[in-house]
């Protein structure tokens, strides 16, 4: 089994995280806590597997099959509960390049479309990519707890007759794995005013113990036939370059337009690297997760407990799922240009800004805390240094 504490040098292999430090952060002293993905090699099920595949030397075209879609069925019914139906399945090279082709194929220019902000950056560039209309529905954050104004995601979709609502579950950047009670009332919402549900649930399977995904497509039938979920392994085992992943749309029409528009676009084939780790991980997986699931969890309260005991001027927002911890800079009193400044330049390290997600975000930085431990703890002496070394004299 893999250990988790094994560095391994990304240097040098075009990793965007490590190979873009200098060009990002202008500085390569910057260690990288940033984009999602992790410092971890993927299970040893899936290099064999992915080895096996090279060894054999051959890469011609490749069909997804009756096997790969048995995989999937089985992981979602193992993990998740959700019983869905081979026929509801389709593949794509990622889930951002899938909600391009779902708001090309179901939307029309100026037709409003709703997110909850703060959120994954591309999120707003999808929609803004094709003209469409961005409605926004700010999540509420009281006592370092984020929740849904109901009130408000109802009046917007009315106010702006929302045609399609992008959901993040588990959210990113804020770590809400979305309970049921919270997804019935937004699903009724949207079936009450017609809204296409696009679920994005890729970091479905990286869930903290204490807390359960929820597919919002599995909680009635109605909610099943307005949803399209997107997922993908690639978070989960860390196969971020390798591009496969998948779309569930039991709603036959709606799944037929998808196709048609992946078609006209000749995506219709994923590589055979990728297919080859996604019927490995979900095969043979499984106890790696449970394993990194663990390791995250150990992360998760180290870097809250340091955070707290050696400085006032950052607090968590505690995840319920994911690898990214939203760090709260706001007793920092800096304004957002400067907090960028301090983080790569006193303490050297390569954050998310908060206001890439939104101005939500404003005060607020992303960290990634999917490393092996000596990385992590260096990130955290660096920032818990910079903050000491500035603050102590005030
Ligand atoms: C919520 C969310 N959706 C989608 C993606 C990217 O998906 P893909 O690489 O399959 O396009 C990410 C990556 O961080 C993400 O956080």
Not at 282 to 308: A, F, M, N, P
Not at 319 to 341: H, I, K, M, V
Request: hydrophobic share 35%.
């Amino acid at each position: 089994m893999r250990n988790f504490r094994e560095v391994t040098d990304r240097t040098g292999t075009r990793s965007v995280k490590w190979d873009m430090t200098e060009q990002l952060f202008k500085d390569k002293e910057v260690l990288p806590m940033w984009v999602a993905d992790m410092d971890f090699k993927a299970p040893e099920p899936v290099l064999n597997a992915l080895s096996e595949r090279v060894d054999h030397g051959i890469f011609g075209y490749t069909m997804t099959d009756e096997k790969i879609g048995d995989v999937i069925q089985h992981w979602l019914a193992k993990r998740h509960g959700w019983n869905i139906e081979k026929d509801w399945l389709s593949y794509s090279p990622g889930v951002i390049p899938s909600i391009h082709m779902i708001i090309q194929s179901l939307t029309e220019p100026e037709d409003s479309i709703m997110i909850q902000t703060p959120v994954y950056p591309p999120f707003y560039s999808v929609i803004k990519a094709h003209d469409r209309h961005l409605v926004s529905n700010p999540l509420s954050f009281e006592n370092g707890h984020y929740a849904i104004d109901f009130e408000d995601f109802e009046a917007k979709i009315k106010q702006n007759n929302v045609k399609m609502f992008i959901l993040c579950n588990p959210h990113n950047p804020v770590g809400r794995v979305w309970k049921e009670h919270e997804l019935k009332q937004m699903g009724d919402i949207c079936l009450r005013h017609n809204v296409q549900i696009v679920s994005d649930e890729i970091h479905a399977d990286l869930i903290f113990p204490g807390h359960a995904h929820v597919p919002i497509a599995k909680l009635s039938e109605d909610l099943n036939q307005a949803t399209i979920t997107t997922l993908s392994p690639t978070k989960t085992f860390n196969l971020a370059g390798l591009q496969a992943s998948y779309l569930v749309i039991a709603n036959e029409e709606t799944r037929k337009t998808i196709k048609d528009q992946f078609n006209q676009q000749g995506l219709y084939m994923l590589n055979t690297l990728g297919i080859t780790a996604l019927e490995a991980a979900y095969q043979d997986g499984e106890e790696w997760l449970e394993k990194l699931i663990e390791t995250l969890d150990e992360h998760k309260s180290y870097v809250i407990k340091r955070l707290h005991q050696e400085t006032s001027h950052i607090r968590v927002v505690e995840p319920e799922g994911t690898y990214l911890l939203w760090l709260d800079c706001r007793s920092l009193n800096l304004s957002q240009n400067e907090l960028r400044r301090f983080m790569r330049e006193d303490a050297k390290v390569g954050l998310n800004d908060g206001t890439s997600f939104g101005d939500e975000g404003e005060g607020f930085m992303r960290l990634n805390i999917a490393a092996p431990f000596a990385t992590l703890e260096e990130g955290l002496d660096r920032i818990i240094t910079a903050i000491n070394t500035t603050y102590s004299s005030q």
